[in-house]
């Protein structure tokens, strides 16, 4: 089941909610400072455990890592990092996709039935929106239309009237 939602992702009582993080994982602006902000210290202790592929990085871009969310109403905090936006000819829409993907198999492989995402990349990382929503909602489809997936609840968690307007026309 799909549900589109305008507001604060965390505030969101579900089993998992998506951080739009960078590579470091250890906070920034836009939703990953306010997610930093509610989960509270214990969310960036838990980030700084996990273990780096390289200097600098713990998480690539278009795949996810999941940590417990502390003070937050969700459970987990599922942290994915979305491409950042040139002129779509980079990857960028391969690496949004895979960022949608990868966080909804990690949701699956840790038992989550709810699992709310924020417009990835459409903020500080200059994805346009309507493409963006494209993307997250094909990805979604596909990941709900296979089997053992039908029982989820994605929410589209939209901070603005506009991504709202948006997912609702491709929803309808
Ligand atoms: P990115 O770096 O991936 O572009 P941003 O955090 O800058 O990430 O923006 C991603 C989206 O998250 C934007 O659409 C922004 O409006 C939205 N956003 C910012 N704060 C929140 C929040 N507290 N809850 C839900 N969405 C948020």
Not at 51 to 66: D, F, L, M, N, S
């Amino acid at each position: 089941m799909i549900k589109i939602i305008q507001g604060d992702i965390t505030t969101l009582a579900v089993d998992a909610i998506v951080n739009a993080a960078n590579q470091v994982m250890l906070g920034g602006g836009g939703v990953d400072g306010a997610i930093h902000r509610a989960a509270g210290r214990e969310l960036y202790e838990a980030c700084l455990k996990v273990p780096e592929v390289r200097p600098g990085v713990r998480c690539p871009t278009g795949e996810a890592r999941i940590t417990p969310g502390f003070r937050l109403p969700a459970k987990f905090v599922i942290h994915t990092v979305g491409p950042v936006y040139r002129d779509g000819l980079h990857g960028e829409p391969e690496k949004l996709a895979a960022c949608y993907r990868n966080s909804l198999a990690l949701a699956a492989e840790n038992g989550c039935k709810s699992i709310a995402f924020p417009c990835i990349s459409t903020g500080i990382y200059g994805y346009p929106k309507e493409e963006a929503a494209k993307i997250a909602v094909r990805e979604v489809r596909e990941f709900l239309a296979a089997k053992n997936a039908e029982e989820m609840e994605v929410i589209f968690c939209c901070f603005s009237a506009r991504d709202v307007a948006s997912y609702e026309k491709l929803l309808s």
